[in-house]
């Protein structure tokens, strides 16, 4: 399975996308604001560790944040 869930991450709440089998395209789409870049950035966060993460990383008002990216036989 791969999947990312994402809590608390700059204007996310909270965010769970997992592609359906066969159709590995994910659209992200939304108005100015909803967290299109702020999911990207998590998938990023994720994977090429502290360097990439900001000074300011999770969502105004929330103490902590969550990223699980799963791609199958990786889980980060």
């Known amino acids: 399975m791969i999947e990312l869930r ?3 991450v700059k ?3 909270a965010v769970q996308i997992t ?3 066969g159709e ?3 659209v992200l789409s939304g108005a100015n604001g909803a967290g299109k870049s ?3 950035d998590s998938i990023c966060y994720a994977l ?3 360097r990439l993460v900001p000074d300011q990383p ?3 008002g929330e103490k902590t944040a969550e990223v699980r990216v799963d791609l199958g036989p ?3």
């Open 74 to 76: 990786y889980v980060v």
């Open 38 to 40: 702020s999911c990207i």
């Open 48 to 50: 090429a560790g502290e």
């Open 11 to 13: 204007r996310l709440r």
């Open 24 to 26: 590995p395209l994910v």
């Open 58 to 60: 999770i969502r105004r």
């Open 19 to 21: 592609p359906t089998p």
């Open 6 to 8: 994402a809590s608390n």
